[in-house]
């Protein structure tokens, strides 16, 4: 079946604009998870959804980064006059339901959106 | 919340060599610790994984062991061959906040061939 998938797959803007990146995880996945990755570094966590509870923010590293997850299934990550140190890849990644003893929550993850700030 | 440390930060062996990355976890509560390998430019995937109910699981050359008391696990790689070098990372899944998994800061496999 169809994998995590992201969009854009490239993004450049210019310093001081909105972007908008969107993941549409795996079908009944209810975990999401957003991540950064820059050029040769970890995996520095955003934010992440499960099912109804409140989105865990603690990553997002300043107010100008937001995300939403409508209806549990799409989600859209936004950054608000972008700078050019949020040049990096933003990785999704979805997982099945959590807290069930005997159940793999391996994270399956997009191919990223590549952001670069001009 | 979990907080997951991993080393070292790279690892360099000769082709044939064992390679081991240690993880260690904070949070008593985990369950469940998934390894996983990005390559260059590509995407992280799961390769092996464990759940706190078992200390040790092997797939071929790839095995991960778990020392619950001391809260770390290990990756261990045999017989290295150059397609193996790329960047590993642990994880640990917790039983608060939800289910987050915490991820390592990465270790930078070389397999000198």
């Known amino acids: 079946g169809a994998g995590v998938s992201q969009s854009p797959s490239n993004k450049v803007t210019e310093k001081g604009k909105d972007v908008e990146l969107r993941c549409d995880p795996i079908s009944g996945h209810t975990a999401l998870y957003w991540y950064r990755q820059s050029l040769g570094q970890g995996l520095e966590f955003l934010i992440y959804?499960?099912?109804?509870?409140?989105?865990?923010k603690s990553g997002l590293p300043s107010d100008r980064f937001s995300a939403e997850r409508t209806g549990g299934s799409v989600s859209t990550l936004t950054i608000q006059r972008t700078q050019q140190e949020d040049s990096a890849v933003y990785l999704c990644a979805s997982s099945l339901a959590v807290r069930t003893s005997g159940i793999r929550n391996e994270q399956f993850f997009g191919p990223g959106t590549r952001l670069t700030v001009l | 919340g979990e907080n997951v440390e991993q080393h070292p930060s790279t690892l360099s062996v000769q082709e044939g060599d064992s390679a081991v990355i240690k993880c260690t976890y904070s949070?008593?509560?985990?369950?469940?610790f998934p390894w996983y390998k990005q390559e260059l430019g590509k995407r992280p995937q799961l390769i092996i994984d464990?759940?706190?109910?078992?200390g040790e699981k092997k797939d071929q050359r790839i095995a991960v062991t778990l020392n619950k008391t001391a809260k770390h696990f290990s990756l261990h790689i045999t017989e290295t061959q150059p397609e193996d070098s790329a960047v590993y990372f642990c994880?640990?899944?917790?039983?608060?906040?939800?289910?987050?998994?915490?991820f390592g800061d990465g270790t930078t496999l070389t397999v000198k061939p």
């Open positions: 464990i759940r706190s109910n078992v």
């Open positions: 959804f499960q099912g109804n509870s409140a989105p865990d």
């Open positions: 994880a640990a899944r917790g039983n608060t906040n939800a289910g987050k998994s915490t």
């Open positions: 949070d008593s509560a985990s369950n469940y």
